[in-house]
């Protein structure tokens, strides 16, 4: 079962009056559960393809479907967003003026799911053995610490697909791993998929396929 696919996906740019051709014809699909690494050269599409998919960027051609519901322009797409898709980007984006605890229930508040996700978070911080921390700032915790938070903030609302644009890339190595195995972990927990743009090789060891692109292009699967 496809949670995901996009079939002949285009982008282009005008640049000072010159089109410019991000992405061309590009096609995939994900599966319920499944992680789909992506990885490439700087300036291979990785990131504009993953805007694409998060729905943050509809600037495209093509065709994009995401549980079911085909993608198009002048529908809610904030609302599917909330519903179907989590973001983790490279920097965590934790609200520094609120605790970890409400941090991970903003997610919920927006989308009216306090109750069932308060005992969600509990469970969640349990897992990462943060149970402690909840009542902490985010400059109270470590790096590591605060990206792991953020993944968890991704998951809060049970979407359908996990977004994550170099999630390691501010981290060091012992961090990274914590940070693949918490992925791996919650993958097998609440069966997200999960879709990781990534200069990260480590991030292959977790991935079930890897796709490799280059020049706006799939050059191949790994």
Known sequence: ????????????????????????????????????????????????????????????????????????????????????????????????????????????????????????IVGMLKLLGLRKRKNHYPNEISGGERQRIAVMRALVNSPSIVLADEPTGNLDSENSQLLLKLMVSLRAKYQQSFIIATHDHTLLEIADRVLYLKDGKIEKEI
């Open 1 to 120: 079962m496809y949670i995901l696919k996009a079939d002949n996906i285009s982008k282009i740019y005008n640049q000072t009056g010159e089109k410019v051709s991000v992405l061309n014809n590009l096609s995939l699909f994900v599966k319920k559960g499944e992680i789909l690494v992506l990885i490439g050269p700087s300036g291979s599409g990785k990131s504009t393809l993953l805007n694409i998919l998060g729905t943050l960027d509809t600037n495209f051609t093509g065709s994009l479907v995401i549980d079911g519901i085909l993608i198009k322009n002048g529908m809610d797409l904030s609302s599917i967003r909330s519903k179907k898709l989590g973001f983790v980007f490279q920097f965590h984006h934790l609200l520094p003026e609120f605790t970890i605890y409400e941090n991970l229930l903003i997610p919920a508040m927006i989308s009216d799911k306090n109750y069932d996700s308060t005992h969600k």
